[in-house]
């Protein structure tokens, strides 16, 4: 659990300083881009764009889906460069960590005026982190 928390921090710390360094407005892709090449330049190792394969009901999917980064092969980013989240978004995310049975995934929006408001952890099957820095958007 505790990488888990190192991980996503990492993520997490440097998603801000580059909202920060960039502000909002640009194309997901930049962002995408930028992170990506971020967090390699830390050692983490980063797959963009990755393709999904997952069998339903007897029916494969070569590639079902992309996930925009996939960090250390255990954290999902999804990225969005929008003025407001809809809640499908975080759905979406927690579909993508169930089908990869990924542990735990980030919605990171660069669209919104703060990044702590466009911020979401998504779980999968863990309890919450013990870890108060990585609490955001908790109620």
Do not use: C, W
């Not at 980064?69 to 960590?97: C, D, G, R």
């Amino acid at each position: 659990m505790r990488e888990l928390d190192d991980i996503t921090g990492v993520i997490i710390d440097t998603a801000m300083r580059i909202h920060r360094d960039l502000g909002p407005g640009l194309l997901e892709s930049v962002y995408e881009a930028v992170l990506a090449k971020s967090l390699q330049k830390m050692g983490l190792q980063v797959e963009r764009q990755k393709s999904i394969r997952f069998e339903y009901d007897g029916i494969l999917f070569e590639e079902g889906f992309r996930v925009d980064l996939l960090v250390e092969n255990q954290v999902v980013v999804e990225l969005k460069s929008v003025e407001k989240l809809a809640p499908v978004h975080s759905k979406q995310l927690l579909t993508y960590l169930r089908l990869t049975e990924s542990p735990v995934g980030l919605l990171i929006n660069f669209g919104a005026a703060t990044l702590k408001e466009g911020l979401h952890r998504v779980v999968n099957g863990l309890p919450s982190s013990v870890s108060p820095r990585l609490r955001v958007n908790q109620v």
